[in-house]
């Protein structure tokens, strides 16, 4: 794979970083620190091959960005990761050598993290800093970022992070400032406030954190206390941290908060209500408040009619505001590859030779059929090579066979034709069952443990069996028909296998689709890939180094994704030990994590409650959806590959376009987290399954087919949802008090739920 | 203010900073320990916020001193030992001191160790698995107390049923004013009928409670009123959840505190009620709750609530009812009632209480029966029966008009031949009045004292007047049907049989007609 070999570099810095800064203790520094550099790329519209494009760019934020990291490194002793990288980037030896004697003047004795325990958090301080600034150089050009640059250029201190809270004016008048600010939206028209009030929640967080900042406790009580209440209810969580936060020292390492100081809040606002509020901030001389606009908001001035009420709300409740809008242009190759099933005459001989009862004659037509479809070439599919894709092996096209032919026996399910749902109900998990995930063809059903096991069950009569041992092997009779059979081990047959070896809750899990494989990650900070053929451990894969809260196999084998607590989701392929791509944005943990069906794409989940895309291929994201209220559990595409599902704790569940980046419908009816989101095979049904300890199916067709997305509201991004949760809601299934941990609907349609029975 | 904002979180206390100091051998200022504190305080916070992170993606609802253990590690802080039991631990409290602390129990190891008993361990982890719902449908079982046949009806009379039903028998008394109307007025929830049938003939099971008791006939009196509803045959399921609260001896009676004879009053104004509106339904019952009242009257072994519940309910079948059963059976009763009027005993305090309430109730029955005797003696005179009630004030527009074919009388009930009291005569109105009058003595004559003394004026608008008999005259004893036993006479008792607790305190109403029960039963 191309892109492997500077992945493997990225990695390899990555956990420099890692082992590095996790061993002098401040570990939300370091965590943070993956962020900055790794964000810096994309930032730079960078592939993620980061490092070494770098030096080709030369823009002058770059070229920070990289002294930045340089001397980060050489503080912390990497003399050898320092090398690479002037190398790489080719720069020269005295520019990086200027840069260490500024540094070191500034972060004091460099290279002893034990003694400094802060030099890593100053550092990693400056790398957001500068990245900060790119980004922000490079979109609001009104920005007064001439005072913070010069201040990260020779003085990189931990300070700096914060120092742009040091400007301070009277504590004493932030109550006047935000009240009269407070009053003049509330004076505006109608159309104008709404927008404005989006300004409210940044504002008052900056302001509060400005306040605390400069030691004014007991006023940053006061003005907590007076406006807290105003805010709108979905950033409670986030308040409630803040309310927490009293000291100066409290500010260093708390990650909510660097995420508010690193980021920039986005805001779209309309023109006109734009101006009004420049208008009125500029005539009263308001500078405080129109610093902290300039400084930490980003504003996404549109042209046109302002946006309502409801359609504000709609999008907003994410850490950092609504996604810009350029964030969402790129162009998504959302359609199918093309089935590989250029041998289909192969496959008629292997299917005659495999079944005797079954009908050749009767398939032949429908698979002909099948294949013409599929030859055509969806425009809006990636190319069939854009990655590259493991070769089909003469069991995946038995495979395929199968599928094909279950399909055709498939219920065809709709408003009027609601599918069955078994229920499986782990009985007796006192270890406490955290994932569960079924095989695509339903024959397999595996657990994960709080316990750090995972149990794997065969649901059909077929027991699980392991492959003999390596003596035995060499016994059988290597040239026989039935090899396969013979290199089982018959003892070992039992409805169940545990598997070993996590040493922390094991929270996601996930079968290979050939189902030799299966995936498990952890609160140890691995990804564990097991064999189904010797029920043994065959690679752990190290890079997360904090825990790894979801991971799945690509569609098509041999890749798969993983996220966790460290915010960077990795891509990795089976047979590499190290990722072949990091995608780092979110602000905060990756909660989960799914392969688009092309599998050119990774959607993930945060609990900075945004959504992901990102592209494969190049690393970048493609597109970052907001409007949840609370951190996102469980992401689904639709068969497809045109739409998502995305359902998170506050028991709602969002439908989105992905070739137009928009939500296009929220479900209401759930009363609890929601932890497991399916569309059954053609996509009519979405079901989900919740903490509420019911199933609920939802009209996906309907949904989808009443949607008509005008150019108007592609380009602006402007949504206008339809109030329609029950109309599309087609039933309420009680399960017997049991949480619903996992959905999956067999090739037939059949739904299969599960979840541990906790009386 | 800055006390709230204290109390948003725990707060380690300054002073227990200084103890821990101590405690490990160092002096701690003021200052400092206020410092200590809420640090201590805060990264408590931050733990915990974080070790919800690990409870999250458990998929718990419930924190564990693991999920604080992982977040402390993580964070490179020493995880607390010896807290990891899966149960909850008990936190107390030392007697002196505010001191708190988990208890914590010594363990025996030794019998640990020799213990016979070896648990087995927990049962094998397992998946099973069972269809749920089948195309969709499934085990939708409503919850709550609602009889298993009321899952075949729609949703939305389930929803009515259980609403109703609820707002009934609730605490709300508008809620159930508002309930009672619907039911009474509502026409499309005939569906419902069995159930709501079904609940009522609950009254056995809450005898002891009045207030249910009132309710439930609330809510017959609503069904007997709704003229969208046909009761069909549930009308006998009515009529015996109504005789029921009419006749037996209630729980509720034991307590003479309790107002039960008001509750037997109204359940006679219900009996009373279904024969009007639904005569045809009933006919064939009305010889049969005759039977039954005159059986529950010559039972001497009855108390002498049941005994009231008989008269009222006689007198709410109309006075032929009065004439053919009680009237006859009257100076087989009178002893006993007389026994028990005239032990003037302490013992007897409370029974004497209870017959001086029959002897009211028998005596407002006979009122009427003298009453309506002379009227149809006067209308017989005075050619065909002049419609005789013009209906009764107050009732809903909607109800059905009194037609005389619904008359509850024994005229107007086929069968009548062939029973028991085929052989029974007329008494002529003089005779009986001097009968009465041995027994009543000037109490009764008071009653047909000349001029409206009694009569509501409305009443007596509405009535013709009906002349009194020769000899009727007040305190007239009438010619050779004086007993002279002056022993019988009972003292000048003023009682009143409140069969409708009329604002004017009248208990006498037009015959036939039913009291108004819009100004009853709901204002109470």
């Known amino acids: 794979?191309?892109?492997?070999?500077?992945?493997?570099?990225?990695?390899?810095?990555?956990?420099?970083?890692?082992?590095?800064?996790?061993?002098?203790?401040?570990?939300?520094?370091?965590?943070?620190?993956?962020?900055?550099?790794?964000?810096?790329?994309?930032?730079?519209?960078?592939?993620?091959?980061?490092?070494?494009?770098?030096?080709?760019?030369?823009?002058?934020?770059?070229?920070?960005?990289?002294?930045?990291?340089?001397?980060?490194?050489?503080?912390?002793?990497?003399?050898?990761?320092?090398?690479?990288?002037?190398?790489?980037?080719?720069?020269?030896?005295?520019?990086?050598?200027?840069?260490?004697?500024?540094?070191?003047?500034?972060?004091?004795?460099?290279?002893?993290?034990?003694?400094?325990?802060?030099?890593?958090?100053?550092?990693?301080?400056?790398?957001?800093?500068?990245?900060?600034?790119?980004?922000?150089?490079?979109?609001?050009?009104?920005?007064?970022?001439?005072?913070?640059?010069?201040?990260?250029?020779?003085?990189?201190?931990?300070?700096?992070?914060?120092?742009?809270?040091?400007?301070?004016?009277?504590?004493?008048?932030?109550?006047?400032?935000?009240?009269?600010?407070?009053?003049?939206?509330?004076?505006?028209?109608?159309?104008?406030?709404?927008?404005?009030?989006?300004?409210?929640?940044?504002?008052?967080?900056?302001?509060?954190?400005?306040?605390?900042?400069?030691?004014?406790?007991?006023?940053?009580?006061?003005?907590?206390?007076?406006?807290?209440?105003?805010?709108?209810?979905?950033?409670?969580?986030?308040?409630?941290?803040?309310?927490?936060?009293?000291?100066?020292?409290?500010?260093?390492?708390?990650?909510?908060?660097?995420?508010?100081?690193?980021?920039?809040?986005?805001?779209?606002?309309?023109?006109?209500?734009?101006?009004?509020?420049?208008?009125?901030?500029?005539?009263?001389?308001?500078?405080?408040?129109?610093?902290?606009?300039?400084?930490?908001?980003?504003?996404?001035?549109?042209?046109?009619?302002?946006?309502?009420?409801?359609?504000?709300?709609?999008?907003?409740?994410?850490?950092?505001?609504?996604?810009?809008?350029?964030?969402?242009?790129?162009?998504?190759?959302?359609?199918?590859?093309?089935?590989?099933?250029?041998?289909?005459?192969?496959?008629?001989?292997?299917?005659?030779?495999?079944?005797?009862?079954?009908?050749?004659?009767?398939?032949?037509?429908?698979?002909?059929?099948?294949?013409?479809?599929?030859?055509?070439?969806?425009?809006?599919?990636?190319?069939?090579?854009?990655?590259?894709?493991?070769?089909?092996?003469?069991?995946?096209?038995?495979?395929?066979?199968?599928?094909?032919?279950?399909?055709?026996?498939?219920?065809?399910?709709?408003?009027?034709?609601?599918?069955?749902?078994?229920?499986?109900?782990?009985?007796?998990?006192?270890?406490?069952?955290?994932?569960?995930?079924?095989?695509?063809?339903?024959?397999?059903?595996?657990?994960?443990?709080?316990?750090?096991?995972?149990?794997?069950?065969?649901?059909?009569?077929?027991?699980?069996?392991?492959?003999?041992?390596?003596?035995?092997?060499?016994?059988?009779?290597?040239?026989?028909?039935?090899?396969?059979?013979?290199?089982?081990?018959?003892?070992?047959?039992?409805?169940?296998?545990?598997?070993?070896?996590?040493?922390?809750?094991?929270?996601?899990?996930?079968?290979?689709?050939?189902?030799?494989?299966?995936?498990?990650?952890?609160?140890?900070?691995?990804?564990?890939?097991?064999?189904?053929?010797?029920?043994?451990?065959?690679?752990?894969?190290?890079?997360?180094?904090?825990?790894?809260?979801?991971?799945?196999?690509?569609?098509?084998?041999?890749?798969?994704?993983?996220?966790?607590?460290?915010?960077?989701?990795?891509?990795?392929?089976?047979?590499?030990?190290q990722p072949l791509r990091m995608f780092a944005g979110h602000l905060a943990d990756i909660t989960c994590t799914r392969f688009h069906p092309n599998a050119n794409y990774v959607a993930t989940g945060s609990s900075d409650r945004t959504i992901r895309l990102w592209d494969v291929l190049t690393g970048n994201c493609v597109r970052i959806l907001t409007g949840h209220k609370g951190p996102i559990n469980a992401l689904a595409f639709s068969p497809n590959g045109k739409f998502m599902a995305s359902g998170a704790t506050d028991g709602r569940v969002l439908l989105w376009d992905i070739g137009h980046g928009i939500m296009i419908g929220d479900l209401k009816g759930h009363t609890d987290a929601i932890y497991s989101l399916k569309f059954s095979r053609d996509g009519e049904i979405l079901a989900s399954g919740s903490m509420d300890n019911t199933v609920r199916l939802w009209d996906a067709s309907k949904a989808f087919d009443d949607l008509e997305t005008d150019d108007f509201t592609a380009t602006t991004g402007h949504i206008h949802l339809p109030e329609n949760s029950q109309e599309l809601l087609l039933g309420t299934y009680m399960t017997k008090s049991t949480p619903v941990v996992h959905l999956h609907f067999t090739r037939r349609n059949l739904l299969l739920a599960a979840g541990a029975y906790n009386p | 203010m800055a006390d709230r904002e204290e109390r948003r979180f725990a707060e380690v206390p300054r002073d227990s900073v200084r103890l821990m100091a101590e405690s490990v051998g160092v002096e701690l200022g003021d200052d400092v320990a206020a410092l200590l504190a809420e640090d201590v305080s805060y990264r408590l916070r931050e733990a915990t916020q974080s070790s919800s992170q690990f409870m999250r993606h458990a998929k718990r609802r419930k924190m564990t001193v693991e999920d604080f253990n992982r977040a402390l590690r993580w964070s490179n802080v020493e995880p607390i030992c010896g807290y990891g039991a899966q149960d909850a631990l008990p936190f107390r409290s030392a007697k002196d001191g505010e001191l708190h602390f988990v208890e914590d129990r010594d363990v025996n190891l030794v019998e640990l160790a020799l213990a016979t008993n070896i648990p087995k361990g927990c049962a094998e982890t397992m998946v099973r698995v069972n269809v749920s719902y089948l195309d969709g449908k499934g085990n939708l079982e409503p919850q709550g107390t609602v009889p298993s046949a009321v899952q075949t009806l729609s949703e939305d009379l389930l929803t009515y049923y259980q609403q109703i039903t609820r707002a009934i028998l609730g605490d709300d008394p508008r809620l159930m004013k508002v309930a009672l109307f619907d039911l009474q007025s509502n026409s499309k929830m005939a569906a419902l009928l069995p159930y709501f049938v079904y609940v009522i003939s609950g009254v056995k099971s809450v005898s002891h409670d009045l207030e249910q008791l009132n309710r439930l006939l609330h809510m017959v009196r609503s069904l007997i009123q709704n003229p969208g509803l046909y009761l069909g045959s549930y009308v006998r399921s009515l009529v015996s959840s109504v005789m029921y609260c009419i006749l037996e001896p209630l729980a509720a009676s034991i307590n003479p505190l309790n107002d039960h004879w008001t509750l037997r009053d109204y359940a006679a104004l219900l009996l009373s009620h279904i024969f009007w509106y639904h005569g045809d339904l009933v006919s064939g019952l009305y010889h049969q709750i005759l039977l039954s009242l005159q059986k529950v009257l010559s039972d001497p072994v009855r108390p002498l609530c049941s005994h009231y519940g008989a008269v009222v309910g006689l007198h709410a079948l109309g006075w032929k009812a009065v004439e053919r059963v009680l009237y006859p059976h009257l100076p087989a009763y009178w002893a006993n009632l007389q026994a028990v009027l005239d032990d003037h005993s302490v013992s007897n305090a409370q029974v004497k209480a209870d017959g001086h309430k029959v002897y009211g109730a028998i005596l407002v029955a006979m009122e009427r029966l003298l009453h309506m005797k002379a009227a149809s003696r006067f209308q017989a005179v005075a050619g065909p029966p002049a419609r005789k009630d013009p209906g009764p004030p107050g009732r809903g527009a909607g109800s059905p008009g009194p037609g005389p074919s619904r008359e509850p009388t024994a005229e107007a009930v086929p069968g009548v031949a062939g029973h028991p009291w085929e052989g029974w005569s007329p008494v002529s109105l003089p005779a009986m009045y001097g009968e009465l009058y041995s027994f009543f003595g000037d109490s009764l004559a008071v009653r047909f004292s000349p001029g409206p003394v009694a009569r509501g004026p409305g009443v007596a608008g509405a009535l013709p007047r009906a002349p009194l008999p020769p000899g009727m005259g007040a305190r007239d004893p009438g010619p050779g049907h004086v007993h002279p036993d002056a022993g019988r006479k009972m003292p000048q008792l003023t009682a009143n049989l409140s069969l409708s607790p009329r604002p004017d305190g009248s208990p006498r109403v037009t015959e036939p007609a039913p009291p108004s029960l819009a100004a009853t039963g709901l204002s109470r």
Not at chain 1, 132 to 155: F, K
Not at chain 1, 267 to 286: A, G, P, T, V
Request: glycine residues 10%.
């Open chain 1, 1 to 577: 794979m191309a892109a492997s070999q500077s992945g493997q570099l990225d990695a390899e810095e990555e956990r420099d970083i890692k082992s590095e800064t996790s061993s002098d203790g401040s570990r939300n520094n370091s965590s943070s620190n993956d962020g900055g550099s790794l964000s810096a790329s994309p930032g730079g519209g960078k592939p993620s091959s980061g490092g070494a494009g770098a030096g080709g760019g030369g823009s002058t934020e770059e070229q920070r960005t990289l002294l930045a990291v340089l001397q980060f490194l050489r503080k912390n002793n990497l003399s050898e990761s320092v090398e690479i990288l002037r190398r790489e980037a080719g720069l020269s030896d005295e520019e990086a050598e200027d840069q260490k004697g500024s540094g070191g003047s500034g972060g004091g004795t460099g290279g002893s993290g034990a003694k400094d325990p802060e030099g890593s958090g100053e550092a990693g301080s400056l790398l957001r800093r500068v990245s900060a600034a790119s980004s922000a150089a490079a979109v609001a050009a009104a920005a007064p970022t001439t005072s913070r640059v010069g201040a990260g250029d020779d003085r990189p201190d931990v300070n700096v992070v914060l120092s742009a809270y040091s400007q301070q004016g009277d504590p004493a008048l932030y109550d006047v400032y935000y009240s009269g600010l407070k009053k003049f939206i509330e004076s505006v028209l109608d159309c104008h406030r709404a927008e404005l009030s989006q300004v409210f929640y940044p504002l008052f967080v900056h302001m509060y954190l400005e306040l605390v900042y400069n030691n004014h406790e007991s006023e940053s009580k006061a003005f907590f206390e007076k406006f807290s209440g105003d805010q709108e209810c979905y950033y409670g969580d986030d308040l409630r941290i803040l309310s927490g936060l009293s000291k100066k020292e409290h500010m260093r390492g708390n990650e909510t908060l660097l995420d508010f100081r690193t980021s920039k809040f986005v805001l779209r606002i309309s023109r006109d209500s734009y101006q009004l509020l420049k208008r009125h901030l500029q005539e009263r001389q308001n500078n405080q408040i129109w610093n902290i606009i300039q400084e930490h908001l980003y504003i996404d001035i549109f042209d046109g009619m302002p946006r309502s009420k409801s359609q504000i709300d709609a999008m907003s409740g994410s850490l950092a505001g609504e996604a810009k809008r350029e964030a969402n242009k790129a162009k998504v190759f959302y359609g199918l590859l093309k089935e590989p099933e250029i041998e289909v005459p192969l496959d008629d001989e292997d299917e005659e030779a495999e079944n005797e009862e079954g009908k050749p004659k009767k398939k032949k037509p429908k698979k002909d059929s099948m294949g013409s479809k599929s030859k055509k070439q969806d425009p809006n599919a990636p190319q069939q090579n854009r990655i590259p894709l493991p070769e089909l092996k003469d069991s995946d096209k038995l495979d395929k066979i199968m599928n094909i032919k279950e399909a055709t026996k498939r219920v065809r399910l709709g408003r009027d034709n609601l599918p069955s749902i078994c229920f499986y109900s782990f009985l007796n998990a006192y270890q406490g069952l955290t994932a569960v995930d079924f095989t695509d063809d339903s024959s397999l059903i595996a657990g994960g443990y709080a316990d750090s096991t995972v149990r794997v069950w065969s649901v059909t009569p077929k027991k699980l069996r392991r492959v003999k041992s390596a003596a035995d092997l060499g016994l059988i009779d290597k040239e026989s028909d039935d090899v396969l059979e013979r290199i089982m081990d018959e003892k070992t047959a039992s409805e169940s296998k545990i598997l070993h070896g996590h040493s922390g809750p094991v929270y996601g899990i996930s079968f290979s689709p050939d189902r030799n494989y299966l995936l498990s990650c952890s609160e140890d900070g691995t990804v564990r890939l097991w064999s189904l053929q010797t029920f043994t451990c065959l690679v752990a894969y190290k890079g997360h180094n904090y825990p790894v809260w979801d991971a799945q196999f690509s569609p098509y084998g041999y890749y798969f994704i993983s996220g966790g607590h460290d915010r960077v989701a990795r891509l990795w392929a089976t047979d590499h030990y």
